[in-house]
């Protein structure tokens, strides 16, 4: 299984510099990728223009959504936008959607939540023939979510499924659902398997801010936040435990998404992933 490691781009207070700074020790470290987040009510960075930035800083690692809420962009704004990072970075794109879960981003980029599952499949077909008609690569698509209508529309329209997150018997059982939909659906082979979790390594002052970080960016999950909290890896120990059990349940790649804006974070994932 490969290993990357996310971006701080849906941190508040990361910019540019930052995110630059991070992409170069993350290129030359034990990483397979790079993935963006998306966050709209949030003065952050869109996950495309966060990957277009550091696309030139990097040659090696993959750069992938996980995931950009396509709802919230128009078609031809998402396809141009995703083939400019792709052709910055040498066709290095993977471009990871969903229909989006916070009904307050919906409201901030000032889109109708209602529907967004249809609008999304249109998408999904819209975006091949946009790139298809202008003679480009295909960058590889993955599809999100936990709906049975997302495994269906994973397996009819993508390259692969990446699953939120959590521990690996939540993978694993998505695993099973997509793979199934994909055989339903006729498709040759198996779907590429993407995964990521949480992670905050430091003293305790780090993990409390990180901790402090993960209940306000899943506040809209409710009580349930609290388990997503406690799914937080801060140590050695429980990074090596998730990467062998992603890596049993299926996952092909894993993306390590931070949760402390400090570049020092892709340090020591790093040194903890080569040990």
């Known amino acids: 299984m490969r290993v990357g490691i996310g971006l701080p781009n849906v941190i508040p207070g990361a910019d540019r510099g930052l995110l630059v700074e991070w992409a170069r020790r993350a290129e030359a470290g034990p990483f397979a990728s790079l993935g963006s987040l998306h966050r709209a009510a949030w ?9 277009a930035t550091v696309a030139p800083e990097t040659g090696r690692v993959d750069l992938v959504t996980m995931v950009a809420v396509a709802p919230l962009y ?11 990072v ?13 229909v989006g879960a916070r009904r307050e981003d919906f409201l901030a980029a000032g889109v109708d939540p209602r529907g967004r599952g249809e609008r999304l499949d249109r998408q999904l ?36 499924y990446v699953h939120g997150g959590g ?59 609290e388990r997503i909290v406690e799914d937080l890896l801060t ?6 435990a998730r990467v ?3 890596a049993e349940a299926g996952c092909e790649d894993l993306v390590m998404i931070p949760t402390v804006a400090d570049p020092a974070q892709v340090d020591l994932l790093g040194e903890v992933l080569a040990s």
């Open 167 to 225: 521990p690996p018997r939540a993978l694993a059982g998505a695993v099973l659902k997509a793979r199934a939909a994909w055989a339903e659906f006729g498709r040759p082979g198996e779907p590429r398997i993407w995964g990521q979790s949480y992670f905050a390594m430091g003293d305790e002052e780090t993990i409390e801010r990180a901790r402090a970080y993960t209940r306000e960016y899943y506040a809209f999950t409710g009580p349930f936040v």
């Open 235 to 240: 140590t050695p120990q429980q990074v090596a």
């Open 244 to 246: 062998r059990g992603y």
């Open 125 to 160: 077909v819209a975006l091949r023939d946009v790139w298809e008609s202008e003679g480009r690569r295909l960058p590889p698509v993955l599809v999100g979510g936990t709906a049975d209508l997302a495994f269906a529309r994973m397996a009819r329209w993508s390259d692969g």
């Open 86 to 98: 792709d052709d910055a970075s040498g066709g290095r794109l993977v471009l990871g959607v969903s």
């Open 43 to 51: 003065p952050v960075l869109d996950p495309l223009e966060a990957l």
């Open 74 to 84: 128009e078609t031809d704004r998402l396809a141009k936008e995703a083939a400019a």
